[in-house]
Structure formats: C-alpha cells, structure tokens
C-alpha cells in the first residue's frame, strides 16, 4: 500500500489537493478544508462535476455501471450506475462487496525479513509483584453488580476528598462500575465473557495488585465467583512469610447486605475504611526505570473518516512497528473494522495456529451478528460516511493499518488475559467503549485514539492518547488531541515523523512526565462489558 499526495501544497491552501492510496486506484479523496466546489480543475487536468466534500471520493476515470471501485488498492464497491469522471463518489453510488469466506485463507504466508531491534528506550513506571508494569498508580474498586454503584461512587468522592491528599504518591480512586452481575444468565456458555473480562480488569497493571471488592450481597455474580482462589497474584512477600508460599491473598469484600450495616452511613464508612488499607500500601510504591518492552499498549480508533486511513492510523501502524521491535505489546482489535482484511492478517501471522485462531474468533463473531439478523455492515456510522467512508470495506482497509507490518504471533478472546509480546489480534466488538473495556481487560497500560470527526472518549483506568486524522480538527479540539497527525495530509510531516512522536509521547505519559488532555480534564468513558449470553 502507498500514498501518494497529488500535490505538496497544504489542505488549507487555495490550491486543489487530492490523496490517491495506491497506483491502481480509480478514486482518490479531496484533502482540502471545506472540500472542493464544482468546475475545480485538479492536478493533471481533471474537472469536478460536483462539489466534493473533504474526505470524500473523486472519480479518477469514467466507471461504468457495474464497474469495480478501488481503494487502497482494494474493491471497495461496485458502481450502481455509469459514474463519470471528476464526479463525487459516495456510498450511495456503491453495491458494497460481499464478505470474503473464512476458507482458502492464506495462512502465515508472508515471512518478513526480520527487524532490528530497537534498544536504549525506557520509561519510568510502577513494578507490579506479579511481574506486570503500571503506567499509573490507581485504587481500584471492583463490583460485583450494578445494584452498588451508586453507594460506591458515594464512597469513592469521599475518599478522594478526605482520603487521597494524604496519599499523594497515589494518581486516582476508581470504581469499576458496569452493569453486569444480576437479572443475566450466569451460567450460559457465553457468560463467561463478561465474569472473565471483570475479573482480568480487576487485576490490570494499573491497579498493583490491590484488589478490592464492593457486594451486595444476594447477586448471581459472587464474590467468590468473580474472583475465585487463586486468581489474584500475591500483593507482596508478607503473604508469603506469614503463612508460607503457597498461600493465597484474602478476598477484600464489603457486602453491603452484611447485618453489620445500620443505615446508609455504614456502608459508606466500611468502604472508606477498607480503602485506607489498600492506599496505605500503594503509596509506598515508587517509580522505577523498566525497558520499553513493559509496555502493553491496545490502539483503536472511533468516529473515523476517510482521513483515518491516511494519516493517523498509518502513523500509529508505524508506532506499532516501532514497539514490537521494542519488545513490547500491542493489541489491534474491532472485529467488523478488520474482518474484510482477514486474508492479509492470516498471511501475516508467524504461525498456521495463529491464522486459524483468528479465523475463529471471526467465525464466532460472524455468527453471532447473524444471530441479531445484521451483518458486518451494521458498523458504519452516519458519521463515518458523513467523513467520507462509503461503506465497511473502506473503512475496515483504513483501521487494519493500525496493526502496521510487524507478524501477528498471538490471538486473544474476548475477556482474555494477554501473556505474550509482540503484535496481538484481540478480538472484540467495533464499539469504542467495549473494545476499551476489553483490552483493559487483557491488560493494557497505555491506550492510543484516532479520530477524524472527533470524540472526547477516554478511560479512568489508563492513559488515553488521543490522535486527530485532520488538522481542522487538531485546531478546534486543541484542547482534547494529544498529536495531530492531520500535518500528514498537510505536506508539513510523514507518517514516520508522526510514528515517531507517538513513540516518545508514549514514553512520557507512561512515566507520567506528561498527561493526556483526557487524563487533564478528567474525560472517562463508562465501562461496558460484552456480554453475548441471554438477559433473563
């Protein structure tokens, strides 16, 4: 895949300019603030028909009804009808393709030259007992249902306004509400996607291993069950030397139904007061210097447009690449965003293993849509098409190159804990709130963001850097993008320049020399668990 810019000049300039992917395709989109009007001549002679707004589709040569549309070197669609040259090309005059079938795959195919590794890069983070990483230092309150939200979310204020002050080597109290554990079927086969995704975030690096529990008490989701013996790692060698090295951390719970409770006040106060004991002991942490391979990083994007593909998540495929050579993690993720480049990541995984357990998890997902009657076309958004994506094959060929070159050597469920590194397949929803969720779950420490129509998303549990695809919109929300890798387009940077300043940018929030503009305003999304098994 290659980009190749028709003209040097800037979007914002008076001057026509037009972003054409790859030598063979027959459409290119306008880059130019505000798009182009019609009777705009573009470089090489071609005279628009219409008005094209920015990011959308420009027909390069007359597409006959029938027609096979290209981008990224790919069939995006075929023409409804006879397309003339300089016209706006746009979802409407589009029969999208159909889905590629998940057998005669290329599988671990391609076998790329191996690269060099890339040395000497640090960050300042928190060491964990169990060998994990921390990027922050965070009390988190964990659960069970969603019935004791809102008596936690009490306690956490008054411990963050009584409490935290006296810790301040601690960054946050958050509790983890979702709205799982009651009123569901707890014990069908997919069940198991929501307990283990809860309980993998309980124990995210960011937490140092300091788990809390908040019950009511009579929920199908208990305690016990969520966090069963042996799942939560020993928070340091005093458990150990008490009762020998075998042993087991003790389940903190306060059970809001316990008779001990009189009153409203009471609840409140035994969460207070357990919250003492586990800030207590995250305050001794300090930082320490750990090797950029201690990263875990899960990259995504949301409210994409045709810009998304171009600049900004090309620049974090670089980041990508940069990372795996820095042995460290990285997840891509949004099942319906890869599932029409399934061909190009089974050649790319190091092994056939690898390739058929992502052609599973796109199984599963498949029929699981199919189940709720839709396909991988339910994804785009009005939004996204509003930005210039015409359809899910577009869009799914811009957020794939996230994932950058580097093999894809393993491949997570959803809920799944992450165990190894390198470049990791984490098969989630689309959303942007279940697909964060669930690659906190699987434990990330830092998290990137691209957007081209813009979304103040964020998460309380790690670092969220946030990446512009435009530098309109790098301008008006300066406030709330991290990088604007919109100067791409611009002609004032390459994606490698902004590959890199991702890079280093990771570098200084994961040390906490700097803090995201969501960490600074304090923007965090709700979790969302995934949870395909029946509601009763």
């Not at 040097?8 to 989109?29: C, E, F, K, W, Y």
């Not at 040569?61 to 075929?78: E, N, Q, S, T």
Request: hydrophobic share 40%; proline share 6%; aromatic share 4%.
């Amino acid at each position: 895949m290659s980009q190749a810019l028709q003209t040097p000049q800037a979007a914002g300039s008076a001057a026509p300019l037009t972003i054409r992917m790859h030598a063979s395709d027959n459409v290119a989109i306008v880059a130019n603030d505000g798009g182009l009007p019609v009777g705009t001549e573009l470089p090489g002679g071609l005279v628009l028909r219409d008005k094209v707004p920015q990011g959308h589709k420009v027909a390069l040569v007359d597409l006959p009804k029938g027609a096979v549309v290209l981008r990224y070197g790919v069939p995006i669609g075929h023409a409804l009808s006879d397309i003339a040259a300089g016209s706006w090309v746009h979802e409407r005059l589009l029969q999208m393709p159909d889905a590629r079938e998940l057998d005669n795959l290329p599988m671990a195919t391609v076998k790329p030259e191996p690269q060099p590794a890339l040395e000497g890069y640090t960050f300042e983070g928190y060491r964990n007992a169990d060998g994990s990483v921390g990027t922050r230092n965070i009390l988190a309150i964990t659960q069970t249902v969603q019935c004791v939200a809102g008596v936690t979310d009490f306690a956490v204020q008054r411990i963050k306004a009584e409490l935290l002050p006296r810790f301040p080597n601690v960054d946050d109290v958050v509790a983890l509400e979702h709205g799982y554990g009651c009123g569901v079927a707890i014990d069908a086969p997919d069940a198991v996607i929501p307990i283990r995704t809860l309980r993998h975030i309980s124990l995210n690096p960011n937490f140092g291993g300091e788990v809390m529990v908040v019950s009511l008490g009579c929920e199908k989701l208990q305690p016990e069950r969520l966090l069963p013996p042996g799942s939560i790692p020993l928070v340091d060698e005093r458990n150990v030397a008490d009762v020998g090295t075998s042993a087991e951390t003790r389940l903190d719970v306060v059970c809001l139904q316990d008779d001990a409770h009189v009153g409203f006040m009471s609840m409140v106060d035994s969460i207070v007061r357990q919250a003492e004991e586990h800030l207590e002991r995250l305050n001794a942490r300090r930082r320490v210097t750990v090797p950029a391979s201690e990263l875990v990083v899960g990259v995504q994007c949301g409210g994409s447009d045709a810009f998304s593909g171009v600049t900004a998540n090309p620049a974090v495929g670089f980041c990508t690449d940069l990372l795996v050579r820095a042995g460290a993690s990285v997840m891509f993720s949004e099942t319906t965003e890869v599932r029409d480049g399934i061909a190009q990541l089974t050649a790319r995984a190091t092994t056939p293993e690898v390739a058929q357990a992502m052609v599973r998890e796109m199984a599963w997902y498949d029929a699981y849509l199919k189940r709720g009657s839709v396909d991988r076309s339910a994804n785009t958004t009005p939004g996204n098409k509003k930005g210039g994506l015409s359809n899910i094959v577009e869009k799914a060929m811009g957020s794939i190159v996230k994932s950058g070159s580097a093999p894809i050597s393993n491949v997570l469920a959803p809920g799944e804990k992450l165990k190894h590194k390198g470049l990791t397949y984490a098969a989630t929803p689309a959303s942007d709130f279940i697909c964060g969720t669930l690659q906190l779950a699987a434990g990330m420490n830092l998290h990137v963001f691209t957007t081209g129509r813009g979304t103040p998303y964020g998460l309380a549990a790690v670092p969220v850097i946030k990446v512009a695809t435009r530098s309109d919109l790098a301008r008006r929300w300066h406030d709330l993008m991290d990088i604007n890798a919109g100067a791409i387009a611009d002609g004032s940077a390459s994606i490698e320049d902004v590959g890199w300043e991702m890079f280093r940018l990771m570098l200084d929030v994961a040390s906490g020399r700097k803090k995201t503009w969501a960490e600074h305003w304090k923007l965090h999304n709700a979790l969302v668990l995934f949870n395909p098994a029946p509601v009763t």
